[in-house]
């Protein structure tokens, strides 16, 4: 597939450029257009990989973010994104959009700018394309509190409702203990990356030696147009590189021997992608649609082995719509399978999330009820004697 | 985030130069020279040693009731003769607020000039810093909180100190009324309890120094966080957005602070080295790290607040932790803001540090944005009210003469509604130059201020004519607008002429 990509806010833009970053060192071609949108001047000087003129600040203008972000309120960060609505456009002037087969939207729901900022940005870009956009969130931790459950709560109800697929990410999921805030994100960014490029760049390659057996493009967005929330799962093993001379033959000789093992292999593999940690852990069996894709040199992929995977799978998801299928990458070290879950409706995270964010709710209320009068009897004495100075 | 700081008052002077100095000490520049002191007496002008003397505006210094020395080359030859008639002991507007902000008012043109030293588009935020029990800093601090605020966009904090248990119930009086007043105008309100930090043995005079690097070390932890340079980029990093965002719910806010020391013995080299080389995946060591952590935001929590108060009671909050980013485990980061919400039972808890690679310890800094269970401002109302009531009788007792032509004057001056008027008008405590000072003074600055202004001095120092309990209210209800700042001055003189 072709993507346009578009980062909102800090954690949407981080991912997009990680995206790039691996893409670009394994060989891919996914993203022909980047975009950054942030409010945030500093955020915005962050990514590596994304051209100076395709990354834009909003917001200057506006008091309450004046370049310097939107302190987590969603609010403002629609706002913003409305009022410079048009610049927005404008930067996709130069997308030759039949260049791509959809647009990405990347975005952090948690804070403010992502969260408030990107529906605003999908839904003008439902307006101007016909091709689908796809939303790719990063829900909050639990320990981040109720203002970004409920910021991610609401956000998420506008994603799924105006993108093609909204593709979560779990950040809870992906924590790992011994990370000091030195190292944030970056391990969960890779991570979700690697998923992410692996899934999607899948049949870019149209002039192909690939075969029959390639996935499509359309066979992705046919998998994803269900709509709804989708989780993807990732497992990989390492093959050796045919151009290493000596070792090289040694290796051939040593997979024809492991060829009667192949087919197990394979379905190991996607045993693994699926079971082990899911960008958004889901109950499988929950899922509308799947899809699997073998990234690899196509030597690697046992035909057998394709068939009892796609088989193990759709018993899994309870569905008879799985796809599966190769992006042969004859120069890869390593062989990879992921899983799309498409339209997964079982998800204790989102569900966890969304009672959260109405506890938040009742509380950020029940405090506006009270603010100014709690104040007000703070300054004044009981009798309101004491009388301001102007 | 970028502020600009304006010092009022002697209080509100050594503040600001205390937090300039802090801001070279920790190489963190978030004034970028944008600073003014106004000052009604020079006392505290010579005791500054960062704060630049153009940046030090002395006013009121050719009103009558000012008492200043007058610098010999100064002004015009009238105003050495009107302060020499009404000088007493006490420097500036000894602690008289009406004084101050008739003053202040009388010298708008002047603050207006000095304003212009600040350039409001550079910063974020402006801070109007003040010693709340002061006749100038109470006074003059009002006066120029509503000027910053009708003249800029961006919010208006005010940072300054309530007087303690042991100082005079008028300046007691005076703080209550600050409170009241700068908390309906300004953004947010950060008062320091001089109370709650002073210890007893010592006179308050001379912990002010303490004190005031206490304030500093908290203020520029908030609010100069990531100003440093070079500036680190930090994963979680606090936006200016975000402290405002913060405060934007208004009312009084309180800071809480910790720090601990970070583990540079061997061991801990080590097993960060471990870590590295990936030989120490996930060593006991970072799980004790997050608790550290943890236990340095409940340290924050649990430590003496600027301004003590229920913290159950706070609005919003914000924790920052300074310190080497990679000795902050980023568990203990996410569980000690967790804390927070849970110890507070708001949802609005912001997070954020600001990576300082080279520091020797981990600070946690935490506002608590609007707490409204402040007992320290209840005692102070009491007493104010307290003050304020035997005043009252007082004034009553004294005289009921002058009282009817209090009366009088009101009614008449009621008559009139344009300000410019004024300087017509024949008051009975006026001199000429007074007279002439307010016409002057006048170009079109608002009226309201004296109003009320008028009505507290009609309730506390005139002889008036309904100057029984109560009146304050009742008077300030009828707000007799623009003729009221005679009135003051006329009330301000009369206080004066009475120390004699
Ligand atoms: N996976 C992942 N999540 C992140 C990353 N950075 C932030 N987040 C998450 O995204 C949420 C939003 O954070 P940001 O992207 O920094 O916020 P923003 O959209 O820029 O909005 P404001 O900072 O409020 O203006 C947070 O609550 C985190 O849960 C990242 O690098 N990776
Ligand atoms: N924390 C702190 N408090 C101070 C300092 N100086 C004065 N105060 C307090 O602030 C209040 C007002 O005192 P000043 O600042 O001297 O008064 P002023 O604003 O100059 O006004 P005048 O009453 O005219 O002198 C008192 O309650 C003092 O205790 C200081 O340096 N630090
Ligand atoms: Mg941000």
């Known amino acids: 597939m072709k993507l346009a990509t578009i980062g909102v806010g800090n954690a949407g833009s981080k991912v997009i450029d990680r995206m790039v970053e691996f893409e670009q060192a394994t ?34 203008t506006h008091q309450k973010a004046k370049g310097h972000g939107v302190g987590g ?32 939207v990347a975005a952090g729901l948690g804070g403010g700018t992502g969260s408030g900022a990107a529906p605003v940005v999908i839904e003008e870009l439902q307006k101007m394309y016909d091709e689908p956009v796809y939303g790719l969130g990063m829900l909050p931790g639990k320990y ?134 899911l960008t958004v852990p889901c109950d499988v069996a929950s899922a509308e649609r799947a899809l699997i894709i073998f990234a690899g040199p196509p030597s690697e992929i046992s035909r057998k082995g394709v068939e009892s995977a796609r088989d193990w799978l759709e018993q899994e998801t309870e569905t008879v719509d799985v796809l599966a299928g190769d992006d042969p990458r004859t120069d890869s070290d390593t062989l990879a399978a992921v899983v799309l879950l498409s339209n997964v409706t079982d998800t204790p995270r989102i569900k966890e999330i969304q009672d959260q964010a109405v506890d938040a709710q009742d509380t950020i209320q029940q405090q506006e009820a009270v603010r100014e009068e709690e104040i007000e009897s703070l300054i004044t004495d009981d009798d309101n004697d004491l009388d301001p100075i102007v | 985030m970028k502020l600009s700081l304006f010092g009022v008052g002697d209080a509100g002077t050594r503040l600001v130069d205390k937090l300039l100095q802090a801001e070279v000490e920790t190489g963190r520049n978030f004034t970028d020279g944008n600073v003014l002191a106004f000052n009604t007496a020079a006392e505290a002008f010579g005791e500054t040693d960062t704060l630049p003397e153009e940046r030090q505006i002395l006013i009121g210094d050719t009103h009558s009731a000012v008492n200043q020395y007058v610098e010999p080359d100064a002004d015009g030859p009238d105003t050495d003769t009107a302060s020499a008639t009404s000088r007493d002991h006490s420097p500036g507007v000894a602690g008289d607020p009406e004084l101050g902000a008739e003053v202040a008012d009388d010298e708008l043109p002047e603050i207006r000039r000095a304003l212009d030293l600040v350039d409001d588009t550079e910063v974020d935020a402006a801070m109007v810093v003040a010693g709340f029990g002061g006749g100038t800093g109470c006074g003059v601090g ?24 042991d100082e005079s119930d008028e300046r007691a009086h005076t703080a209550a009324r600050a409170v009241r007043t700068f908390v309906p105008l300004a953004d947010a309100v950060l008062p320091v309890d001089n109370d709650a930090w002073a210890r007893s043995t010592q006179p308050l005079t001379e912990q002010y120094d303490e004190i005031n690097e206490m304030v500093a070390t908290r203020m520029l932890s908030l609010f100069a966080a990531g100003e440093s340079d070079p500036a680190t980029v930090s994963e979680m990093r606090i936006d200016p957005a975000d402290v405002m965002r913060t405060l934007a719910v208004g009312g009084l ?44 935001v409940r340290s924050a929590l649990n430590s003496k607040l600027t301004l003590p108060c229920d913290i159950e009671s706070t609005d919003r909050v914000l924790v920052i932790l300074s310190g080497p980013p990679s000795d902050i485990s980023r568990k203990g980061f996410e569980t000690g803001r967790y804390l927070l919400e849970e110890e507070t039972g708001t949802v609005e808890v912001l997070a954020g540090d600001e990576p300082l690679p080279n520091a020797s310890e981990i600070t946690a800094t935490v506002l608590f944005s609007n707490v409204t269970d402040v007992p320290r401002i209840d005692e102070l109302q009491e007493r104010a009210v307290a003050y304020q009531r035997e005043q009252d009788a007082d004034t009553a007792v004294i005289d009921t003469a002058t009282s009817i032509e209090g009366a009088t004057a009101v009614a008449a001056d009621a008559s009139t509604a344009a300000p410019d008027d004024e ?78």
């Open chain 1, 144 to 277: 981040e509190g109720g203002r970004p459950a409920l910021n991610a709560a609401r956000s998420l109800q506008s994603f799924v409702n105006k993108v093609d697929n909204f593709i979560a990410f779990d950040n809870d999921a992906w924590r790992s203990r011994g990370q000091t805030i030195e190292e944030g994100y970056e391990d969960m960014n890779r991570e979700l990356a690697t998923r992410i490029v692996t899934l999607l760049a899948a049949g870019e390659v149209d002039e192909s030696e690939v075969g029959e057996n390639a996935m499509d493009s359309s066979d992705i967005m046919r998998t994803m147009e269900v709509g709804g929330v989708s989780s993807i799962g990732y497992a990989s093993t390492g093959v050796d590189t045919p151009d290493d001379g000596l070792l090289s033959r040694f290796s051939e000789e040593e997979v024809s021997n492991m060829e009667s093992t192949d087919a197990a292999k394979i379905k190991g593999l996607v045993r693994r992608a699926v079971n082990s940690r």
């Open chain 2, 253 to 296: 806010s309180s800071i809480g602070h910790a720090s601990i020391e970070v583990d540079t013995s061997d061991e801990g080299l080590l097993a960060r080295l471990m870590q590295l080389l990936g030989l120490a995946e996930e060593t006991p060591d970072t799980q004790t790290d997050a608790a550290t952590i943890k236990r340095l």
């Open chain 1, 27 to 60: 060989g891919r071609d996914l993203c022909r257009h980047t975009l950054v949108i942030n409010t945030a001047r500093t955020d915005l000087a962050k990514p590596e990989h994304v051209p100076e003129d395709r990354r834009l600040l909003i917001g200057e």
């Open chain 1, 73 to 104: 309120d969603a609010a403002i960060g629609a706002e913003v994104a409305q009022t410079e609505i048009d610049d927005i456009r404008r930067i996709f002037d130069d997308v030759e959009i039949h260049e791509v087969d959809a647009i990405l």
């Open chain 2, 423 to 500: 300087s017509d008008h024949p008051f009975e405590f006026h001199g000429t130059e007074e007279q002439q000072e307010n016409g002057d003074a006048h170009g079109g600055d608002t009226v309201s201020p004296d109003a009320d202004a008028s009505d507290e001095s009609t309730a506390t120092d005139t002889p008036d004519g309904d100057a029984t309990d109560g009146s304050a209210a009742d008077t300030s209800a009828d707000s007799d607008t623009a003729t009221e700042d005679g009135d003051a001055t006329t009330a301000a003189a009369t206080s004066s002429d009475e120390h004699e």
């Open chain 2, 142 to 165: 009002s006066v120029l909180l509503e000027e910053l605020k009708s003249i800029y966009e961006i919010p208006v904090y005010v940072l300054g100190a309530l007087p303690a248990a």
